[in-house]
């Protein structure tokens, strides 16, 4: 009996096993089907959506991808790219919307992002400055961007997690650069008052660029190379893009800067080399931006007036002095736009003088409150941002006889006879530094580029609508007077519709660009 017994329940025991595999491949393949059908409709809907936007084919440039693993606002696992776009390719950029896929070492993850560009509201330029936003994966370690047939890998940056000094001031893009000048006044104004300098270079004439490249590395101040978009593989005919961006693409830069100083800095502030600011009333920018943003939800920038100066320059490093500049100074025009100072935590991309994105932020305030406030950029009445942009080389032995007033209050001092002295130190002491010595002896004692450059913008500047840029200029390089040029190793993803994405790594300077280029 025993062995019969046996028998049986090994047979029924065969006879069992197939069928619960049997059952549970078929539940796994149901539920995969069921999953996939409906990611599947989800992304045909996006697609579609989408694919009505899309107009043509055409180029965009990534300058730099972030990835935040907190961020206090972009929030976290947040995906931060700072690009420059041609428009025409979709119907409007800032409502359409681009795939990202972030993949760590277990799982990979696509979401999709979206997109805010930040541009002159009076310039027709056919590219513009493009933020790309989206939150993806812990410890993302690849990073990808979609197109119509495609994706490209992009190199991933991170952003910084401390800042030198909590005010940073970005510099913008240095352009055929030679007023070594109005470098050596802005390191030691913002070293008086309490800002880091982080300077974007382009285009420089070769002894200046060695200083800013050695105080660079001494840890005085952040360089930083910034390039031109240039593609190296296309599909079709293309518009230039640095013919049909703004000058130089500060917007892109300033974007760039306030995404790596987002979580370091208390405040940022975009400004040009030449452009000073005296924190009147405060002891330092700290001081005086904590106290025009009054505790206020509301502001969104600081936003100074920019006043011309008129004033001289000296080509011996022995005869510089932010008194005697200051002294000899007259005012000239108020510029149409101002330059804005901000909250990083309050901004997530910027145009050049101004973010066109943060003002249409609303903001609740109390739970009371039915209609939403917006942000508003407050505009500062009592302090103006002052641009000693055209200084004229002068021969005279001319000294500091006044103290200089705050040209918009008669009798306000823009600052202490005791500041002056110490910033005139400072400029004494860092041309004395041993490892500047070989530059400093070496520095232009005459411009050359920036005089033909200033020519041609300023006939551009003056006819509506145009897209201001040099490369409308047939400007001439002198074999003289060389030039280091920004350059790096241009990539071009497949050509994609509607956008082919391009970047660049491993960045370098040359002397074989010209200034210009
Ligand atoms: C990868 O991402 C997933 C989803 O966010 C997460 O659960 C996982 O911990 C991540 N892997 C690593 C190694 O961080
Ligand atoms: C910045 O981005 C975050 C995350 O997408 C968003 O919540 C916030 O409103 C944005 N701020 C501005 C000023 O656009
Ligand atoms: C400037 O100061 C120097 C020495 O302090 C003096 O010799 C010179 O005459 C002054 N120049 C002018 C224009 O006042």
Request: glycine share 4%; proline share 5%.
């Amino acid at each position: 009996m025993l062995p019969k017994t046996k028998n049986w329940k090994q047979v029924k025991s065969q006879l069992r096993l197939p069928w619960a595999i049997i059952f549970l491949v078929l539940s796994f393949v149901c539920l995969l089907f069921w999953v996939f059908s409906g990611g599947n409709r989800e992304d045909k809907l996006f697609y579609d959506e989408i694919a009505l936007m899309e107009l043509g084919e055409e180029n965009a440039f990534i300058h730099s991808a972030y990835f935040f693993e907190d961020s206090k606002s972009l929030g976290k696992n947040a995906v931060a790219i700072v690009a420059t776009m041609h428009r025409g390719a979709v119907t409007d950029l800032d409502e359409y919307r681009i795939k990202i896929v972030g993949t760590n070492s277990t799982k990979r993850l696509v979401t999709e992002a979206k997109l805010s560009t930040e541009r002159d509201p009076d310039e027709s330029c056919e590219y513009t400055t493009v933020l790309i936003q989206t939150n993806t994966l812990n410890s993302m370690s690849k990073l990808e961007i979609e197109s119509r047939n495609g994706l490209v890998v992009l190199p991933i940056q991170t952003p910084k997690q401390e800042s030198p000094k909590p005010v940073v001031f970005c510099i913008a893009p240095l352009f055929a650069a030679e007023q070594w000048q109005s470098f050596l006044m802005q390191l030691q104004v913002t070293k008086k008052f309490g800002a880091h300098l982080h300077v974007y270079m382009m285009t420089m004439v070769e002894y200046y660029y060695q200083m800013v490249r050695e105080l660079g590395e001494l840890g005085v101040i952040s360089t930083q190379p910034w390039l031109s978009p240039k593609f190296s593989q296309v599909g079709k005919p293309f518009l230039e893009p640095n013919r049909n961006a703004e000058l130089r693409n500060p917007a892109a830069a300033f974007t760039d800067c306030l995404l790596q100083y987002k979580e370091a800095a208390q405040f940022i502030g975009f400004m040009e080399i030449e452009d000073l600011l005296f924190p009147v009333n405060a002891q330092s920018y700290y001081e005086e931006f904590e106290r025009e943003y009054e505790n206020s939800l509301q502001i969104s920038a600081l936003y100074y007036q920019i006043m011309e100066q008129q004033s001289v320059k000296f080509s011996s490093p022995e005869q510089q002095s932010l008194g005697v500049l200051l002294s000899n100074a007259k005012s000239g025009e108020v510029f149409k736009h101002g330059r804005s100072v901000i909250r990083p935590e309050r901004f997530n991309s910027t145009w050049t003088y101004f973010s066109t994105q943060a003002e249409n932020q609303p903001v609740i305030l109390s739970e009371e409150q039915e209609e939403p406030h917006y942000l508003n950029r407050k505009k500062i009445l009592t302090n103006a941002v002052l641009r000693f942009k055209n200084l004229e080389y002068s021969n005279e032995e001319l000294n500091a006889t006044v103290i200089p007033m705050n040209p918009l209050s008669s009798d306000q001092q823009l600052l202490k006879e005791e500041h002056i002295k110490e910033i005139d130190e400072g400029i004494k002491e860092t041309l004395l530094l041993p490892t500047l010595q070989e530059y400093v002896k070496r520095l232009p004692t005459e411009d050359y580029y920036s005089t033909k450059l200033r020519d041609c913008l300023e006939i551009q500047k003056h006819k509506k609508g145009q897209c201001v840029n040099t490369k409308h200029c047939n400007l001439p390089n002198n074999a003289k007077v060389p030039c280091r040029h920004s350059d790096g190793l241009y990539h071009s993803g497949r050509v994609m519709k509607p956008y082919t994405y391009h970047f660049v790594t491993e960045y370098y300077f040359t002397r074989n660009l010209g200034c210009y280029e």
